[in-house]
């Protein structure tokens, strides 16, 4: 593992000391050792073990969040927030081989700090640790919830500073929009640990194996959902980068409008969902290419009426294919319509200004930037500024003026890591064309037949 | 995988709902008859099953499913007290609460013409009412035993046991439905049910036990309190089922591609994935082998991308061998990219490979249903289809395999049956 920065060394050290003392403080107090259930706290501490050595990964870059802490909470409940503090350091155990010590401490850490604070809120909003009984329910609702809020806010400021420390600002956006959107599903899994509470008193143990069960079975779920999720993304780039091999010269170009395009939705502020559809909408918008016949590409000078109309109708041959793809729905008209000018001089329809769907205006832009910035056979890929300048100057006759900006902006932060310089054509093999639909500065020539 | 939905009921799946809607007047008749027995229990748990109705999620291959429906409906089968008071309702109430749930829950989806699959809702009915009228006559014993001792564990036994055994006649009666269905052997679809149904069932099962019990000691706080957790994972499911669903239109889909770009005649990607799956069914494949040939017969010519130009009429039967294994070859290589689909793209690169070679069982498929599409094509002409199938015995089994031929004969004969 790569080198801490200093700022999270401290964090963490300062996070292991509080810790340490909160663990002396429970233990030390006037007889806990005493009064503590110890079979009942034994079983939570293997309940949080098992759950805590296999976490469901998700999309957090080197967060993998665990839902051990429904045990967690089910020892506030049991056996108070000394016991709580007890279980959460079991972390430090966790079964979890290549995972450094410096992690363990740091989750061992939090989570001790994490118990003690969700105990804590539980005793202050009114609830008394023990088996609860029958006339607890519903009122104990209350000071659960309490601890469950303590918990789960406290859990998700100390992750997310170290991973603040850790990764820098960028990082740190994303990481947290997806902690909010799978905080959700932490509440639904926090009441199992209710759930394992209110079991204890008539089935003790084996409530754990119920309540266990489900939840890994979610897990599993889940673990094949995000399985498929990436088996999905490396076929569907595939089969673009397939339709694409005729042209060696457009080779990736898919991918690369598809990168561009997530650039300026994400600088637009596109939700989630919006953002991975324009991501495939990117990657599928040519192709429909595939219906042109390749002399009409391959041809030298001017084309005929006949022969443009042909390139003008790829977007609805894209359209066509990729219709019977339910979920894409907004990338439909992204598709559709990316040929479309802001003057409405475009093709199919000839829409203009705002009645080019949002996905268009972003991939239209996307996909002339990615056509100037690389290599065809007539003319060496050109450098960024020439391409940014092209588009500045076709702001608001082709392009979107606020897309434009706002892809210069992400630009300018984020850099073009997709830059492509393909070598030389290897001779014979590879075709090539002489024609780019999609390049601005050598719109296609078109004689007139009348 | 073609879902032949829009052919109406076959005869099993009349008799179950014929059985279920039996039940459910029956059910609803003797508890007017009665008297609704706790009704605030009845009617929350009534409540659960309408919105695990509501939100009832379709599984792989067009799986009607509700578990937060089906779980509520084993929790109210198995209860025995609530909040300490003894639950006293009779296996007919059980099934009145259970049809009136599940009714209610599917009137919105109706109203925004949605209509259930009335097979998979008889389906839910009948095994929660095999497990009330296997468990209610015990009821009353079991709770004394656990209020009496405090022992709860007979109880916890043979709620497990029936439910286990619920489970596994839902497996068999689904099989024996979708065998039926879809033309497979039975012992297959027994073992594609039981692969479907293993995980998901596991958490139902869980979750209604945990219900029955957590009713002891949380009172109707289980409700909600159980509801959450259920919902996560059925959300889990739901994610699962939508990407696999998505993954399969956009493989169809993108397999379209060689048929605008004028390598192969409009429809034969589509065409040889539906024959090829025919075969395999009758060949007994399970469901996870179906599903890579079904990818790697749609995706069998994507190797012509490659290609300089369309050979002309795209029909790689007449190709020669060279070249049509270097679009196998291509072909391979293009899926191979993926990283993923490793199995479809050894079943796409042996697809010509003769007999002797001993290609794969779903190559031997594709090979032989490519070769009967570029000779046939979209005719549906019973003297075409069975020249065809002669040229390709003709052959004496050394470039087809013999036992995929007579498969092929006979889905062909059915499909030109029906027609």
Redesign the interface.
């Known amino acids: 593992m790569r080198e801490l920065p200093w700022p999270a060394k401290v964090y963490s050290v300062a996070l292991n000391l509080a810790a340490v003392f909160l663990l002396a403080h429970c233990v030390l107090v006037a007889g806990w050792m005493d009064r503590v259930e110890w079979p009942t706290l034994l079983v939570l501490a293997l309940l949080f073990l098992v759950c805590e050595s296999v976490p469901t990964l998700l999309n957090v870059p080197q967060a993998a969040v665990s839902v051990s802490y429904s045990a967690a909470l089910a020892a506030v409940v049991l056996v108070g927030p000394e016991g709580a503090a007890l279980v959460g350091l079991m972390a430090v155990l966790s079964v979890r081989p290549g995972l450094p010590l410096v992690k363990r401490l740091f989750n061992g850490a939090q989570f001790v700090i994490c118990g003690y604070a969700a105990g804590w809120a539980f005793e202050t909003a009114g609830g008394v640790p023990g088996l ?3 006339t607890d ?2 009122g104990i ?1 209350i000071p659960y919830g309490a601890a469950t809020a303590a918990f789960v806010v406290i859990n998700v400021v100390l992750t997310a500073t170290i991973l603040l420390l850790v990764g820098g600002v960028g990082r740190h956006q994303v990481a947290l929009r997806s902690i909010f959107q799978f905080l959700g ?1 932490y ?3 926090a ?2 640990g ?2 394992i509470a ?2 204890w ?3 003790q143990s ?2 754990t ?3 266990l ?3 890994f ?6 673990g ?2 995000h399985a ?5 993304d ?10 694409e ?2 042209d060696y010269y457009t080779r990736g170009h898919c991918t690369r409008v598809s990168a561009a395009s997530s650039m300026i939705a994400e600088e637009i502020g596109m939700g989630t969902e919006r953002l991975r559809a324009i991501r495939y909408a990117g990657m599928l918008h040519d ?2 290419k ?2 042109v ?2 002399k009409v590409l391959q041809k030298e000078g001017k084309l005929t009426e006949e022969e443009f109309a042909a390139i003008q109708l790829h977007p609805m ?1 894209g359209l ?8 894409l729905d907004e990338a439909f008209a992204g598709i559709m319509h990316h040929h479309e000018r802001h003057d409405g001089k475009g093709y199919p329809m000839g829409l203009a200004g705002l009645e080019i769907p949002e996905f268009a205006r972003i991939i239209a832009v996307a996909d002339a930037f990615d056509s100037m910035t690389s290599d065809r056979a007539y003319r060496k890929a050109k450098p960024l500024d020439v391409a940014v300048a092209e588009l500045l100057k076709n702001a608001g006759t082709q392009f979107d003026p606020i897309m434009v900006s706002n892809f210069i902006k992400a630009l300018g932060r984020d850099g073009w890591p997709l830059a492509q310089t393909a070598p030389e054509p290897p001779g014979e093999l590879a ?1 090539t064309t002489v024609k780019d639909h999609d390049d601005p500065t050598m719109p296609i020539q078109v004689v007139s037949e009348r | 995988m073609a879902a032949p939905r829009s052919q109406g009921l076959d005869s099993g799946q009349l008799l179950l709902i014929c059985a279920a809607g039996m039940l459910t007047i029956a059910g609803i008749s003797h508890t007017a008859a009665a008297g609704l027995a706790d009704s605030r229990v009845a009617i929350g748990f009534g409540v659960l099953i309408a919105a695990g109705e509501l939100a009832r999620l379709t599984m792989p291959g067009n799986r009607e499913v509700a578990p937060v429906s089906t779980a509520a409906s084993l929790g109210y089968a198995l209860l025995l007290d609530v909040g300490g008071r003894e639950a006293t309702q009779s296996a007919l109430q059980v099934v009145a609460v259970m049809s009136v749930g599940m009714i209610a829950g599917a009137l919105p989806h109706v109203a925004v013409g949605r209509p259930p699959r009335l097979d998979a809702m008889a389906r839910r009915l009948l095994a929660g009412s095999l497990l009330a009228f296997a468990y209610r006559p015990f009821a009353h014993s079991l709770y004394d035993i656990a209020r009496t001792t405090g022992d709860w564990w007979p109880a916890l036994g043979v709620m497990a046991l029936l439910i286990a055994v619920m489970l596994a006649a839902d497996v068999l009666i689904a099989a024996a439905l979708r065998a039926e269905q879809v033309r497979t052997a039975f012992g297959v679809a027994v073992r594609d049910e039981f692969r479907m149904a293993a995980p998901l069932g596991a958490a139902v099962a869980a979750s209604g036990m945990l219900l029955a019990l957590a009713s002891h000691s949380m009172d109707l706080t289980a409700l909600p309190a159980f509801a959450a957790p259920l919902l996560v994972t059925q959300v889990a499911f739901r994610k699962y089922a939508g990407i696999r669903a998505t993954y399969l239109q956009t493989v169809r889909a993108l397999s379209r591609v060689t048929e605008v770009g004028g390598y192969v005649e409009p429809g034969h990607s589509r065409r040889v994935s539906q024959l090829s799956i025919a075969i395999g069914r009758e060949l007994g494949l399970s469901e996870p082998q179906l599903l890579e040939l079904e990818y790697a017969a749609l995706m069998h010519d994507i190797g012509q991308l490659s290609l300089r130009d369309p050979i002309p009429g795209g029909a790689t039967v007449l190709t020669d061998p060279v070249q049509a294994r270097r679009i196998a070859e291509l072909g391979a290589e293009v899926i191979r990219q993926t990283g993923v689909l490793h199995g479809v793209a050894d079943i796409v690169r042996r697809q010509c490979d003769p007999v002797g070679e001993a290609p794969p069982i779903a190559s031997r498929i594709i090979r032989a249903a490519n070769a009967f599409d570029d000779l046939v094509g979209a005719s549906t002409d019973r003297d075409r289809a069975a020249a065809a199938l002669d040229r390709l015995r003709l052959d004496g089994g050394t470039e087809y395999d013999a036992a995929v031929v007579d498969a092929m004969a006979r889905v062909v004969d059915r499909l030109m049956t029906r027609l």
């Open positions: 609860p009984q029958i329910f519903p609702l599903s509440v639904g899994y009441t199992f209710l759930l209110g079991l008193a008539t089935v084996i409530s194996v119920l309540v069960l489900p939840l079975v979610a897990r599993w779920a889940l094949h959902y498929e999720q990436r088996s999905y490396a076929t569907i780039a595939a089969l673009c980068q397939a339709v091999t005729k192709v429909g595939l219906g016949p390749t041959r066509e294919i990729v219709r019977g793809i339910d979920f075709e």
